[in-house]
């Protein structure tokens, strides 16, 4: 049976300050630059080898990033000097346990000091053990990453479809092929039982994150603005945020949307509502471009929008088409919904791992159950 030994921080891994480097001093390149929580940018070289990690340091406190390769630690970050000889991935899971906060420098800007963690003790076991810790969790991870790769294959598969279909198809303005263009409800919001809202975060990247919605009481609720499949929602207030387009590719039917966000509805006797929602994602530059007002009030108004004309394929090769959008939506919508089943797995599994309540071999069994 493997020890597990407890030890202070220090004597785990060494940690240094990362380095400054302004963005005007950045130059494209395979490196990542790491921050606290993400890789923030890319660089021509990575002072420190990989693998290897950082802590957020000034911001996120203690929060791990990961990087296979070399890597630019910023000054906002400690950084992995030495590994004193245990596995760094291990290393790296072991900070995902760690909560730090309440080990700042006390002064008005919280820092994360190394020399206040330095005494922290946490409990290690040996090296065989480390690594097939981090096999287990690696398989998940793995298998993560193989799904996050397929549901961007059939995203760009399905917008390179739309696109060779499209490019001598006709240009319809969206009021004259939509059913609804409506901005969504006021909500009151609720911590108990009610109904999904979305909200502007929910919107990023042509794909609608629910992680970032909350709940509000079935009250506020409107039977029109309930989403329904091939729905097209835009970010309509803010800087930043506005025009931000996204295509609703599931069956939910429980799900609204907040007055921040603009739903456009296809009329399907006029479109085929897969088809113009993907050539609403190809205009959404020209969205963003419509905002109106000062910085930090700026708005979207349905008129302006409703005016953007849409390039579409040719009316009879619309329903073949988007037959095969469904089809690749249907298989990014079950492959991450695959992935959130994996990635909870996993975290579950680390603590447990981690703190050694439960034995790598039947951790490895509930891993395989998922796989």
Same mark, same amino acid.
């Given at each position: ?6 030890? &202070?921080?220090? =004597? ?36 420190? @080898? ?23 630690? $910023?000054?906002?970050t400690l950084y992995a000097a030495?590994? &004193? ?56 991870? =793995? ?5 996050? #790769?397929?549901?961007?294959?059939? #995203?760009?598969?399905? #917008? ?14 969206? =009021? ?24 502007? &975060? ?44 996204? +295509? ?16 456009? #509805? ?11 929602? $993907? ?23 349905r008129d302006l929008l409703s ?18 959008? +469904?089809?690749?939506? =249907? ?17 579950q599994l680390l603590p447990l791992?981690?703190?050694? @309540?439960?034995?790598? +071999? ?10």
């Amino acid at each position: 049976m493997s020890e597990w030994t407890l030890k &202070k921080l220090s =004597d785990v891994v060494e940690l240094r300050r990362g380095f400054d480097l302004p963005h005007k001093q950045r130059e494209s390149g395979p490196c990542r630059v790491l921050s606290a929580g993400e890789t923030v940018g890319w660089h021509k070289e990575g002072p420190i @080898k990989g693998p290897g990690f950082v802590v957020g340091r000034a911001t996120n406190l203690g929060v791990p990033t990961w990087s296979n390769d070399d890597f630019w630690p $910023l000054n906002t970050t400690l950084y992995a000097a030495d590994f &004193k000889g245990n596995d760094p991935k291990f290393l790296f899971h072991l900070f995902e346990t760690l909560d730090l906060s309440g080990y700042d420098s006390g002064s008005v800007q919280p820092m994360l000091n190394r020399n206040y963690i330095s005494h922290v003790e946490v409990c290690i076991p040996d090296l065989p053990v480390q690594r097939a810790i981090v096999e287990v969790l690696g398989a998940l991870d =793995d298998k993560i990453a193989v799904n996050d #790769r397929a549901v961007l294959v059939a #995203r760009q598969l399905g #917008r390179a479809l739309f696109r060779a279909a499209a490019a001598a198809g006709p240009v319809r303005r969206i =009021d004259e092929i939509a059913s609804l263009i409506t901005r969504g409800v006021t909500p009151t919001y609720t911590t108990a039982e009610g109904m999904v809202v979305i909200n502007q &975060k929910c919107v990023r990247d042509h794909w609608v994150d629910l992680r970032q919605a909350r709940m509000m009481e079935r009250s506020g609720a409107r039977a029109d603005r309930v989403l329904r499949r091939d729905d097209v929602l835009v970010n309509s207030t803010g800087q930043g945020t506005l025009g931000r387009v996204a +295509r609703w590719i599931i069956d939910k039917s429980d799900i609204t949307i907040d007055t921040h966000v603009t739903l456009v #509805r296809f009329d399907i006797s006029a479109v085929e509502p897969a088809c113009a929602g $993907l050539a609403m994602l190809e205009v959404e530059s020209r969205i963003e471009a419509l905002a109106e007002g000062s910085t930090g009030q700026t708005e979207l108004r349905r008129d302006l929008l409703s005016a953007i004309e849409l390039r579409l394929p040719v009316h009879q090769a619309q329903h073949s088409l988007g037959l095969r959008l +469904r089809q690749l939506d =249907d298989l990014a919508t079950a492959l991450t919904g695959e992935s959130d089943r994996l990635a909870e797995t996993r975290d579950q599994l680390l603590p447990l791992l981690m703190s050694g @309540k439960v034995r790598v +071999r039947d951790a490895e069994r509930v891993a395989s159950d998922v796989l």
